[in-house]
């Protein structure tokens, strides 16, 4: 069974920063992509960024040049440097990855797993 586990949410004032970490776990063959989403109350979850296996990212235009996604393919991790944090980032922020794993018959399967979320909250 494949897990994927974020930790780094918290409160945070506007114009400070925070750090989230996604770590998958279980039978993992290979992660493709990973993403991180957010969700705020009464909206719809939207992407937030996202980065290829081979390094290659993208961001929503509400977060150009403030956030910063990384991944550690040894740590089978994805993180999410957030700066210059502002009321309208206040979410629940989820891991999303694209993983193939293993089953103990040898054979493989893809699916796209979601974290439990953990809050970032932007307030003074």
């Known amino acids: 069974q494949v897990q994927l586990v974020e930790s780094g949410g918290g409160l945070v004032q506007p114009g400070g920063s925070l750090r989230l970490s996604c770590a998958a776990s279980g039978s993992i063959f290979r992660i493709n992509d990973m993403s991180w989403y957010r969700q705020a109350p009464g909206k719809q979850r939207g992407l937030v960024a996202s980065?290829?296996?081979?390094?290659?990212?993208n961001y929503a235009d509400s977060v150009k040049g403030r956030f910063t996604i990384s991944r550690d393919n040894a740590k089978n991790s994805v993180y999410l440097q957030m700066n210059s944090l502002t009321p309208e980032d206040t979410a629940v922020y989820y891991c999303?990855?694209?993983?193939?794993?293993?089953?103990?018959?040898?054979?493989?399967?893809?699916?796209?797993?979601w974290g439990q979320g953990t809050q970032v909250t932007v307030s003074s």
């Open positions: 999303n990855a694209g993983i193939t794993a293993r089953r103990n018959s040898g054979s493989d399967y893809y699916t796209r797993y």
């Open positions: 980065i290829t296996s081979g390094g290659n990212t």
